[in-house]
């Protein structure tokens, strides 16, 4: 079994914080994403990522990954886990669950309890296995009812052995799902034995990166750069929403970081939406010459305006 050095996958140091794995993280799902990149490599590539995620996104995992990793993984060689190693970081349904799909066999060896002979036992049968998989969601499919396609693979036993096959459907993911949420899908894992019944589908829901805007709760968080002037005289901003663009009106003498809320702009939750929140940040002109220095000589010396007056008061 191939090492994976899920640090190298995201192109992170090890001693990266946490804010810095998320962030190169949604760069490189929204990069890789199979609705936006179609073709094998890009979904192989974004499936990698997502795995990458799951773990040094999570920090149980990421910390038993490094002592994992200190043992003597080494990308390209082959890996055993140590002896009689057991993960604390699970995320299954039970002790039969299997985590596939999305997942390599590294990830489900180290954090998933694979198959277990005996689990699940009814009445002299063999209960099928569960069967865990990533569900990645654009923030627009949240909205409403979204349809969208599925394939996996399902544990089976042919002749005594222990192998898999592909299994394609369709599945409602419901308006409103959120960032970690588990759907269950009854009936859809591995195959009874013996009269038992069949497994279930976890379907574990993870929201795609959106390249402007960030997710608090049913909130979303929306930059608004804007020019000096702008934010001095007041303006009229198109920003965008989920579902189209809106025009934004910003007050006269807007300081950065002030919060404008447009209600019912964010995601659906059980109350029904929740806010946009646009955060103005003002930006300077990014190129200068001989006329623009002047004005703003002449503006400095207009204004007559401290900014670290405050300091001074409490001096």
């Known amino acids: 079994m191939e090492f994976k050095d899920y640090y190298k996958i995201l192109g992170v140091e090890p001693s990266a914080e946490k804010a810095d794995i998320k962030k190169a ?35 149980q995992r990421r910390a038993e990954f490094d002592e994992l990793r200190r043992y003597g993984g080494r990308p390209g060689g082959g890996f055993e886990p140590p002896p009689n190693w057991r993960s604390h970081a699970r995320a299954g349904s039970g002790a039969e669950a299997q985590f596939s799909g999305d997942f390599s066999d590294f990830f489900s060896s180290i954090f998933g309890d694979g198959f277990a002979p005996g689990a699940g036992q009814t009445g002299g049968g063999l209960r099928g296995q569960d069967v865990e998989i990533e569900m990645p969601i654009f923030l627009e499919e949240t909205i409403e009812d979204t349809r969208k396609p599925l394939e996996y693979d399902l544990p089976v036993i042919e002749n005594g052995r222990r192998t898999t096959r592909r299994k394609s459907l369709k599945v409602t993911i419901p308006a409103g799902v959120a960032e970690g949420e588990r759907i269950r899908l009854k009936g859809q894992g591995g195959a009874g034995q013996g009269g038992a019944p069949d497994g279930d589908l976890y379907l574990h829901i993870r929201l795609v990166p959106h390249p402007q805007f960030d997710v608090e709760g049913s909130d979303l968080l929306l930059t608004v750069p804007l020019a000096p002037w702008e934010a001095a005289l007041g303006a009229k901003v198109t920003v965008p929403t989920l579902e189209g663009k809106i025009s934004l009106t910003v007050a006269p003498g807007s300081q950065s970081g002030t919060k404008l809320r447009v209600r019912g702009k964010g995601l659906r939750n059980k109350q029904g939406r929740g806010d946009l929140f646009a955060v103005l940040k003002v930006v300077m002109p990014t190129t200068n010459n001989d006329k623009t220095r002047d004005l703003w000589r002449q503006l400095s010396e207009e204004a007559a305006f401290e900014p670290r007056a405050a300091w001074e008061a409490k001096a």
């Open 25 to 59: 993280y949604r760069k490189l799902a929204r990069k890789y994403h199979p609705d936006l990149n179609p073709g094998d490599d890009a979904e192989a590539k974004f499936k990698e990522v997502a795995e990458a995620w799951e773990v040094l996104g999570n920090d």
